[in-house]
C-alpha cells in the first residue's frame, strides 16, 4: 500500500474501507463548507457511501491509473489528495485536494501537494502535473501559486456545481521546471 511521510506529524496514506467511517464523518462535519466548491456532496450522504467511494479509489490503484491518499495528521484524516487519473503515453496527470474545514489554515494542504509533486516527478517519472482550481475560489488557487504552477488559462464552464457552471483555472508544472527551481527544498 502507498505511504509517504511528510514530516514527523504528518502522512499520506493510501485510503482503505477501513478509513469509510472517518472519511465520512470528516466528511459530513465539513458538509456545508467544502458544498461551496465540491460537486459531490450530495452523493455522500452515510458511511457506506465513503466506503464505494473507496472501493473504487482502490481499484483505480490497482490498475496503476493513479489513486487517492488520506492526508494523516498525528493519526487523525484531515483531508484527501489524489492523481484523477495518469496519462501514461503523455506522462502527465492531474491532482485534486480536499481538506476538512478545521485543519484549514495551517499549511496542510500546501506540504500535501509538494509531497505529491515530489512522487510524482521522482518516483513515477512524470513530466507534467495539472492543478484545475474553479476561478473563484481564490483559496485553493493559492496552494499551486506557492509551489510553483503556472497559471496556463482558464476553462470556461468547466464543471457543474449544483445550480450553476464554473469556470476553471488551469495551473500547469512540468518536471523540467521543477527539477531546475527545487521547489520541495525548504
Known sequence: MFTYKINEDTELRLLEVRHAEALFAL????R???????PWLDFTQTVNDSKQYIEGTLKQFSSNNGFQAGIWYKGELAG??????????NQSTSIGYWLGK???GNGFMTI???ALVDYCFSELKLNRIEIR????NVKSQKIPQRIGFQKEGCIRNAEWLYDKFVDHYVFGLLRE???NKELLSE
Not at 456545508?32 to 465540491?38: A, R
Not at 482550481?133 to 473563484?136: L, N, R
Open 80 to 89: 484527501v489528495i489524489g492523481l484523477h487519473s495518469i496519462n501514461w503515453a
Open 133 to 136: 482550481v474553479a476561478t473563484e
Open 177 to 179: 521546471e521543477y527539477n
Open 112 to 114: 500535501a501537494c509538494k
Open 32 to 38: 456545508s463548507y467544502l458544498k461551496e466548491w465540491l
Open 27 to 30: 466528511t459530513d462535519e465539513s
Open 102 to 104: 478545521k485543519f484549514q
